[in-house]
């Protein structure tokens, strides 16, 4: 988001190479971002800087519901499997995902090409994204009979939004010993307290395709048990305004004295809340510059203990009904 406005190609490098001498190396991309150009961004400066890292993308399986001029199904994976490989200037992606839900009829055609680009040699691990429970189960069997494990499952998770400790997806992570990689885990900027005024609309921090996918995947897509209702309460938030939080500051208040206990930021506070959570679980913030990598780096020196993580929950709770939990 603003790249080309707000930030560029060297501030992106100079993140880059701070990332790797703070000691992390793993990086999540998408051939849809950017239309390709994260991945060739991504692939240059490795080329560039030389040291090793480790690369996650994902196949572009297309938004349910959204039309694409672009036939994406398990017979094209192997070519977007190599679209990226080209982009990325490498001979093998360490981790490739299915970026969203499949029907449960797909299951098996959609393992069979990740086996096969597994076999190949062109991907090392493979995962999903956005998958439910039941599907994420489902998934893992499919593969499981062709000798490939499944090593991931991506979702929106933070402390504002904890659909994944109730639908049974982090559960299902630990059962199969996979990981569960938090993506949205500063939930769009929302918890470094942009947004503190409770009265305070959430400024759209991005256009219609994101905010279609917060709704289609923050509710029912997520969750089986969550039917027509649901539905109707997505398309309700996709043609209406950017909504109230409601009073968050009891949570920020708990966030920031937990802060000030460990002498870091609300930022490492929250992520580190999701560190504690559970061991299978893999926040995955963004930076765009050094400085906002460092603070996200902060946060894996330190630990917060038991309690302080029930009273975050419990500050959490506190807010009002009506308040909505956005990715």
């Known amino acids: 988001m603003g790249y080309g406005k707000r930030y560029g190609e060297d501030d992106l490098y100079a993140t880059y190479r701070a990332s790797l001498d703070a000691g992390i190396d793993f990086f999540d991309t998408a051939a849809v971002y950017g239309r390709g150009e994260s991945e060739r961004l991504l692939g240059r400066f490795r080329q560039r800087d030389g040291r090793p890292i480790l690369i996650a993308t994902k196949f572009e399986n297309g938004v349910p519901l959204v039309p694409s001029f672009r036939k994406l199904n398990p017979k094209t994976l192997l070519t977007e499997v190599d679209a990226s490989l080209k982009r990325l200037g490498v001979e093998q992606i360490d981790l490739y995902q299915i970026h969203y839900p499949v029907e449960a009829r797909a299951i098996d055609d959609f393992a069979e090409e990740l086996a096969r680009a597994v076999r190949l040699g062109k991907v090392r691990a493979v995962g999903v994204s956005n998958f439910n429970a039941g599907l994420l189960r489902a998934m893992h069997s499919s593969l499981a009979a062709r000798g490939v494990p499944l090593a991931s499952n991506q979702v929106a998770f933070n402390i504002f939004n904890r659909m994944m400790m109730d639908n049974g997806v982090l559960q299902a992570c630990r059962e199969l010993n996979m990981a569960l990689i938090a993506y949205h885990p500063l939930a769009q900027g929302i918890l470094t307290g942009k947004f503190r005024n409770g009265q305070q609309q959430l400024a759209q921090p991005v256009k219609v395709p994101f905010r279609f996918l917060d709704a289609m995947f923050g509710q029912w897509k997520m969750d089986p048990a969550l039917k027509n209702g649901a539905r109707r309460g997505t398309i309700r938030r996709l043609f209406t305004q950017p909504p109230v939080l409601g009073n968050l500051e009891p949570l920020f208040l708990a966030m920031d004295a937990v802060a000030r206990r460990h002498g870091c930021s609300s930022v490492q506070a929250a992520l580190n809340w999701l560190l504690t959570t559970d061991p299978c679980v893999l926040p995955i913030p963004g930076a765009k510059n050094p400085r906002q990598l460092g603070e996200n780096r902060a946060a894996l020196d330190w630990q917060m203990t038991v309690e302080e ?19």
């Open 309 to 327: 993580r029930e009273t975050l929950n419990l500050a959490f709770l506190a807010q009002p009904a009506g308040a909505e939990a956005l990715p």
